[in-house]
């Protein structure tokens, strides 16, 4: 079984929010939402400057807190490639899944329910990228297995320095940006 | 912007089935769609972008009659199969709240923003009636028009045919015209648009001011990555680190005006410690001997307290610089009018590049073409006795294209000759051109206002007459036939229907054309015709390029050792070094610095760029756009906020030199700029009411530019000559 | 310098989470109160304090049926998609806090509507002869102490189970401590105590409670100086978290409406009162009862506020 994971390269990306607006669009997400976003984190003094530029988005971790405190098991991990998903007609919008994400990934969606990344599953089963990867114009998103020690995303983790966020939240995310 | 309801969502779900996972990880069918994603009956369009003057080639997906979304055409050269994020949220252009509906009169004095909405006959008629009384009175030259983009080649049709010769955009004098001009007069051609810069394949990369990854000219920042990617090393010169700054190997943070400093300095390093390419520059350079003798004093050492960048680091740089060429692209920039000494930096950036062989080589600036498609046989136009209104007696001796600030001077004065009417198509005048007040001026003393746009922009609120244009994805537009890399004809075709009366400029043109008498100009019934005419002539047709939106000519020779012949078309036919043709019209032969005028003591000097989901004034409307990013913020030194007590996110107002006082705006106090200097991104702090959510939002950049400094060599307006002071609490 | 910048804009998530306002705080509030009555309720029971005596433990159950449904109607106006609250009982999601809350909530309702019943007068039932005789067999001495030992057992879980809702949490370092559950439990019993006691008519049971809630606010104070030194001693992102309490921006409403007006004042009211040397005044309960408000608004907003700090 797959174990969708996703790659961005922090060294390419320069943060321009196609990806953000490829998913806005793709998914109809509602005005005043996005279920990605970038982040920067400038460190140093002028001119000693290091700026750090992620593409972020649910990471679909590997222990998903929004699952467990699901109480009705709305929030799910869908079998297919491990995705952590959303059942929209089981979640009564309690919100206790928000507040259990360290990355702020999810929000409410106008109609009710919890809403957040789904991979763009969608997509992928029918065999394509999700759309952030797919518009990325510096192609700096890799999308795949990470079960396959074969796939391109498999190979750049093993090859390249790399971070994940929030390590120490213990989520074990499935985003890995590249250094 | 409308999402798919998850009722709908439910009916519909049934009908799309799982195909082959990406991973191998089996199929399965969607039982709960709603869980997931969209689904719908869909169809494709090809087309083209026109979020700014790129164009893009894009395939526009329509979901049950419904815009859904536009992505890269794989077989466009330019977007490579990807749009950028403005064109991906292009389809929000379609869904804009403020667009104009119909033809609007204005009833009110100008610059009220009060109108009547009327027919297309009437609106059509009533500036058709004006142009002839003008015609009779003054002459038609006494028309001009104003147009950006491909979406105005059919005005120009009509004026030209009308008898009009003023006719101009702000991409040359407020633009990217001191780059090119500089390039003319050292390699005899200018740099174009799309940049024929090989940053692919260059393995260093020098950028000077130019922030790549926020100014989103799609193909350069594809290729940037590219670069990074290839480990390139980067060479960054900016008073601000931009996004291209993080990702260089050398940041320098001039100061603000000194960068011919820096790019002399770099140029005595390599000629004197010998690291330039001496035999290109035998071959191919011109009076390489008093350009040596002239920079000859131009040491890093003199440079240092100009630019504060040490004079190692330029030693460094140079050196850099030198082990890469030729495949050291010393980028030339594209909105270049900072200082009004733009066209001999420009120059300055030529002769670096001269000097690393960088020029026709690969890693360098290639040699673009353009696909063979001939224009549409009209009637020839009226000649005109008098000439253009925007450059009199040749004033700026340099200049290759019309000034529009030349031609708002003339309006003023009325000199050469009155200009008393103005045709305006999408540009935003009063944003573009520095000094509004000047604009405005002007405008009071016209007969005739006319602005085709999609939405009530500042411009069209001082117009007499206000058309309302289809957007990009409701039609057709003339064939796109630049040169680039690899030569292609593209065409822009209608994706879905306008929501209200709005018509294309091709149509707007053409009925003009006919109201003014001059229907033998328009011999086509259609634009599908003009269209299909002359794609035939080409060898291709209407029928097929709607099919595929794009077809390729062959692949061109790019690079000197390509076969491309190395022919100049300057005065000696060489690159020139030392230009006689600027020593014979009184300006220095090689670039000399001089340094910039500073402002009033406790003052920021006002720089402005862009960001990666707007073009400038012209987005801030389009929902999608508008919710990626709603207003700017001008940036300020970490220890100047410290200083002020000011924090990230506080509300603060910028007082120019001239005591005019900006609209609100956010305070983002930041390490990533020097602290002699301000920055924001233009395009917001608008002031036309319709502009919904982008009306009051940020602040204008072009309102504090009040004053500018002409470029005598082209007349280019230099505006990062404004200074600021930051005004708390607001 | 280090500086950190997001294009998200999510409503209730951004610039800090709040997605929960009035209504979550007046729910576990609500709770807290009600366990506590249980508890009470059911600790009189135990100790033999039969129905038609006039104690307040057969007073507290209807009390608690009234307040319960009060929070319940609290948490459903919290419901973002309020048509779909019946797919909590669905299910029973074991690692879910909420889940247990839930079921845990239409539990206590039969164990609050027995004790409930007990307390009806005869003559009242006259009209349903079965229900009368069911609970003429609850009266029975047996029978009332396994309802006292069954609420006492139902009070305490729905008591820690309004902290753990949010110590389950773990993305906001404020709430992830195990002193949550007890701290929200004792504050509950303190709260139900002072409304025990405020209401009593008997002078036994009335001093019984009003030394039983110094025991709890007391305990409560300890347990509260645990929370606080179990995050300062927990490493980055729990030392950021407590310090909105000590030294940021919930700290006064923290110190001076939950610790000073909401325990250590009724506290010593309290304490002068079941000394004699004061007679017996409702300021001090009524204080207790909004210092368990003060608690659950403070924690849950505070809770929010905190965050997974990137160092």
Redesign the interface.
Known sequence: ??R?GMVI?T??C?????C???C???????????RD???????????D???T?TS?RCNHCDRP?CV???????SHV?D??KVV????????????C?????Y?A???HP????DKC?F??????????P?CV???????MY???LD?PD?EVSRLIASRRHFV??P???TQPRIFYLE | MAHLSRRRFLKIAGFSAGAAAIAGGGTRTLQAMATRGPAGETRTVPTSCDLCFWKCNAIAHVRDGRLWKITGNPADPLSRGRLCPRGTGGIGAHFDPSRLHAPLIRRQARGEEVWAEVTWDEALGYVADRMQKIKATYGPEAVALFAHGIGGAFLKHTLKAYGGVNIAAPSFAQCRGPRDVGFELTFGEGIGSPERTDIANARCLVLIGSHLGENMHNTQVQEFAEAIANGASIIVADPRFSIAASKARHYLPVKPGTDLALLLAWMNVLVTEGLYDKAYVEQFGFGFENFAAEIATRTPEWAYPETGIPPELIRETAREMARHRPATLVHPGRHTTWYGDDAQRARAIALLNALLGSWGRKGGFYYPSSMDVPGYPYPAYPKSERGKVDNPEHKFPFASEAITTGIREATISGKPYPIKGWLVYATNLVQALPAQEETIKAIQNLDLMVVVDVVPSEIAGWADVVLPETVYLERYDDLNVELFRDPFVALRQPVVPPPGDQKPNWWIARELAVKLGLGAYYPWKDIEEYLDHRLKAAGHSLAELKQVGIVKGAKPPRYFDEGVATEFATPSGKIEFYSSQLAAAGFDPVPRYTRPVEGPPGSFRLLYGRAPVHTFSRTQTNPILQDAMSENEVWVNASVGARMGLRSGDYVTLRNQDGVVSNRVKARVTEAIRPDCVFMVHGFGHTARGLRGAYGRGASDSQLITRYVTDPLMGGTGTNVNFVTIEAGA | MLELVTTRHNPLVDPSLHIWGWEIPVYLFLGGWVAGCMVLSGWLMRRGRAPGQGSVAYVLPWVGIVLLSLGMGALFLDLEHKLYVWRMYLTLRPTSPMSWGGWILILVYPVMALAALAAIPRDLLSGWPSLAAFAERLRAGRSLRLLGTVSIASGIALGIYTGILLSSLGARPLWASAVLGPLFLVSGLSTGAAFAHMIARDPEEESSLLRADILFLVTELALIALFLIGHLTSGAQHAHAVALLLGGPYTAVFWVFVVGLGIVVPLVIQSLMASHRIGHTVIAPLLVMAGGLALRIVIVAAGQYSHWIVP
């Not at chain 1, 320069?14 to 196609?18: H, I, K, L, N, R």
């Not at chain 1, 998903?85 to 206790?96: E, F, Q, R, S, T």
């Not at chain 1, 109609?111 to 919890?114: E, V």
């Open positions: 079984m797959a969708f390269d060294r390419k320069v943060g321009c929010m196609d953000v607006i490829a806005k669009t793709e998914n109809d997400v509602p005005d005043g939402h996005c976003w970038i982040g920067q984190r400038l460190q140093g003094t002028m001119p400057l290091r700026l530029i972020e807190p467990t405190c699901c109480p009705t098991g709305a869908h297919f490639g998903l959303v059942d929209h007609d089981k979640c009564i919008g309690c919100k206790a928000l507040a259990a994400c360290p702020d999810r929000f409410v109609d009710g329910y919890a789904t763009c599953i969608h997509r992928v089963e029918k065999g394509l990228a759309a797919s518009v990325c114009p510096t192609h700096s999308f795949g297995d396959d796939s966020l929030k120490d939240a213990g």
